[in-house]
């Protein structure tokens, strides 16, 4: 096993983060199941006072498992060169056969985690939490995909030899190789970049309407999916390619180094970022007609929009700049 100091605070946040939640999907499963608003029993005024320290500690720790995702490529990348023939966290994860999964968990523990957060402020902001049932089945959800992350990373952690030799990124992400990245790589450049800035385009517009009409939540939330996932696609296919001026180097994770100027966290945190927020105004559309929460509903959906907005606008304008003023012309 290799220990840094970012492997010891991803298994301890690790460790935490998973035992809180089972203590909270304890109680919430009997919230689920006792919950009565017009009840003034002893029992409700119990799960009354349980559900706000829950969800106040589920809210403090949950934000650790955000930021594990950033934490943990950046802990495999800094790791890489202990390793013969990786250059990157392309080849640290591929040490072994736990280190893509976990990084997948991660990435949907992410996604879930920011929901559960939109989900419990606006319930927290009804006096009748209108939404409890709701978000403890989500944290039910998630539970068991935290515990999973958990005992596959520590796996993967465990499991780590200096003596072995992985594939480098070059390798990885070619033409060549037998991975979903390949076809990824083969697949023309032109329609790849004009769907990622027509899907983002699309997004920004739905995003507007909804801005100025208060109607297609529904739209917004699932064009925000779908400028993520043509995005993790964009990035492999064009945009790494005029980071780094090589028309053969399609790896996602070099993006992160020091030489590149730490442009693959600006763009992953715009990503993600957008991605969370424009959901959530999506998710929080189903809730629109609660009388509780409908003022608040509307004035979240609202920051949500322009948070996601933001952050998609502000990577496409990243790219734009990338690609202009790059010395390497791939488009023409």
Known sequence: MTLSPG??????????????????AR?????????????????????????????????????????SLFLFINTVDGISHLF????????????????YPTLFLKMATFMLAGIWLILNHADNEGRDYPLIRVKYWLLLLIVPIVLIETVLQASYFWRLRPDVITSCCGALFSKGSKTLASGIVAAPVVPVAVAFFGVIAAAIASGGLFL?????????????????????????????????????????????????????????ALF?????????????????????????????????????????????????????????????
């Open 84 to 99: 013969t023939g990786a250059m990157c966290a392309a080849g640290t994860l591929k040490v072994n056969r736990f280190g």
């Open 7 to 24: 492997i010891v605070a991803l298994l301890v946040s690790s460790l935490l983060v998973s035992m809180m939640l089972l203590i909270a």
């Open 272 to 332: 993600f970022s957008g991605t969370v927020a424009g959901v959530g105004v999506g998710v929080l559309g189903l809730f629109k007609e609660i009388a509780s929460i409908k003022t608040s509903v509307l004035r979240m959906q609202k920051k949500l929009t322009i948070i996601a907005l933001a952050s998609f606008a502000t990577a496409a304008v990243i790219v734009i700049w990338k690609m202009v003023f790059s010395t390497f012309r791939l488009l023409t």
């Open 27 to 67: 109680e919430g499963a009997s919230i689920i199941r006792h919950w009565d608003i017009t009840s003034g029993s002893e029992l409700q005024l119990t799960l009354e006072r349980r559900t706000y320290l829950i969800s106040t500690i589920i809210s403090l720790f949950l934000p650790l498992q955000l930021f």
């Open 212 to 268: 100025k009409t208060k109607r297609g939540a529904a739209s917004f939330g699932c064009m925000s999916g779908i400028t993520f996932i043509t995005a993790i696609i964009a990035v492999i296919s064009f945009i790494s390619v005029y980071v780094y001026e090589l028309p053969t180097h399609h790896c996602p994770f070099c993006l992160l180094h020091r030489e590149y100027h730490f442009i693959g966290y600006m763009l992953y």
